[in-house]
């Protein structure tokens, strides 16, 4: 079992819907987690960051974080064709230091 | 202020030779880190600093692979002998007392 889990998609989900992507972990102790976007040939940048139980919202994201399932996820609302890119989601280990585990990435497309 | 940098973008190699990638964070980052991103693939932990000590090395993949970061600053990654398999992205991260790590642009190795 990988330490952090996504679906590779592609998703594809039509311009002005609600994308939502998932992630699960398995050390149960993880407490820090985070969606980075990655644009294709570019270097992954931070958009979310959660570290309690519930919601976090942030303009157009919502991170949501249930530790008692070990699950994380994004939504984000009113997609737009910008917002076509993968989606990893990361773990801080809590033994290592602030090192983090990504997932594989979810490739996401927004179709006009 | 400026982010994180990455020099060279991108570098060939044949079999064989040494490679040097620099990294500099953002100005009063205490914690580096680099990771190496095979293509389709997350981030994978190499090594972490805080100021100039290595405190994990622990993905470093063989004894090919060597950081420093003598100063506490710029942080340089060396590949000696390099392999097929170590082309990659290599990715410098930096990030303050928080968990939140920010990427540099990264560097495209290709070893022929």
């Known amino acids: 079992q990988k330490e952090v889990e996504q679906n590779s998609g592609p998703l594809s989900v039509p311009e002005g819907a609600i994308a939502s992507l998932n992630c699960t972990y398995s050390d149960r102790g993880s407490q820090s987690f985070f969606w980075y976007r990655q644009y294709s040939g570019k270097s992954p940048e931070l958009i979310m960051s959660i570290y309690s139980n519930g919601d976090k919202e942030d303009g157009r994201f919502t991170a949501q974080l249930n530790k008692a399932s070990q699950y994380v996820s994004l939504l984000i609302r009113d997609s737009q064709p910008s917002d076509s890119a993968t989606y990893l989601c990361a773990v801080n280990r809590p033994q290592g230091a602030q090192k983090l585990v990504f997932g594989q990435g979810t490739r996401l497309t927004i179709n006009p | ?112």
Do not use: M
């Open chain 2, 1 to 112: 202020g400026a982010g994180v940098s990455q020099s060279p973008r991108y570098k060939v190699a044949k079999r064989g030779q040494d490679v040097a990638l620099r990294c500099d964070p953002i100005s009063g980052h205490v914690s580096l880190f680099w990771y190496q991103q095979a293509l389709g693939q997350g981030p994978e932990f190499l090594t972490y600093f805080q100021n100039e000590a290595q405190l994990d090395k622990s993905g470093l993949p063989s004894d090919r692979f060597f950081a420093e970061r003598p100063e506490g600053s710029v942080s340089t990654l060396k590949i000696q002998r390099t392999q097929q398999e170590d082309s990659a992205v290599y990715l410098c991260a930096s990030s303050l007392v928080t968990a939140e790590q920010y990427f540099g642009p990264g560097t495209r190795l290709t070893v022929t």
